[in-house]
């Protein structure tokens, strides 16, 4: 973005709305806060602040918990998630695949994309096994620690990884996360040959995860769609197999986005 343009966003910026918006992605980070503490966050008035959570409260956008007096998302955040999810492209060619993954395996399966260098789960389908591995949607985790953001993070140019790694580092989730620049660059190269990515217990210990990317109509990785086992029923012998059958589905979702696959 250049200087010019810069001056000419902030220029046209409509403050309270700024700070309406700021004040909402607060809560959802925090899941509740009191007005003293959201003053603060926001770093302005106490009044300012007590005027745009009385609009967003009388909208629906935010309410108060009459006990403790903190404010988290309102009833309005639902609707406008639901809305979105039910015109999100990408889920809607998703979902019939996914449930097939899930009739056939019994496992978790999670859609995701990458905003922000985290990996966004847009979509989860929950095990039927006792033990199963299971995020929300809505929910985040690391690039470089799960299968889908490897997936994602292999198909895009080096300069925007390192950018990533610099802007967001390579935490040690668990004793198998990948926290060097250089052994993830080769990981990433590895999913790029295979065409899937695995999480080897990188993000939570006993469990594995298994990964393929799904592409638009330009070629650009859209998302990806996962599969998340416990150890004892992901052995090495079988992710070939397991392998095969989440690109399948991966491919038959990248055509519905209109990429023309190649099997």
Do not use: W
């Amino acid at each position: 973005m250049s200087k010019e343009t810069g001056e000419k966003q902030e220029r046209y910026t409509i403050q309270s709305i700024d700070k309406a918006l700021d004040l909402l992605v607060l809560l959802a980070e925090h899941g509740s806060l009191n007005l003293l503490e959201l003053t603060d966050l926001l770093d302005q008035p106490k009044s300012s602040t007590y005027r745009i959570v009385l609009t967003l409260e009388n909208r629906g956008f935010i309410s108060r918990d009459d006990e403790n007096g903190k404010y988290c998302l309102g009833y309005k955040q639902l609707m406008l998630t639901r809305g979105m999810l039910e015109r999100n492209t990408l889920r809607s060619a998703a979902l019939h695949e996914m449930k097939k993954l899930s009739e056939i395996y019994g496992d978790t399966i999670n859609l995701g994309v990458l905003i922000d260098g985290e990996v966004l789960y847009v979509e989860i389908l929950e095990s039927t096994q006792p033990l199963r591995m299971t995020d929300t949607v809505g929910s985040r985790s690391p690039f470089h620690a799960t299968a889908m953001g490897k997936a994602m993070t292999a198909f895009l140019p080096e300069v925007k990884v390192e950018e990533l790694i610099a802007l967001h580092g390579l935490a040690a989730m668990t004793k198998n996360t990948i926290v060097t620049n250089a052994q993830f660059l080769v990981e990433l190269k590895r999913v790029r040959e295979q065409g899937y990515a695995i999480d080897d217990q990188e993000i939570v210990e006993g469990a594995r995860c298994l990964a393929a990317p799904i592409y638009n109509m330009y070629g650009n990785v859209e998302g990806a769609i996962s599969m998340s086992v416990a150890m004892h029923r992901f052995a090495d012998e079988v992710i070939p197999e397991m392998a095969a059958s989440m690109k399948a589905a991966a491919n038959r979702i990248s055509r519905k986005l209109g990429y023309p696959c190649v099997d």
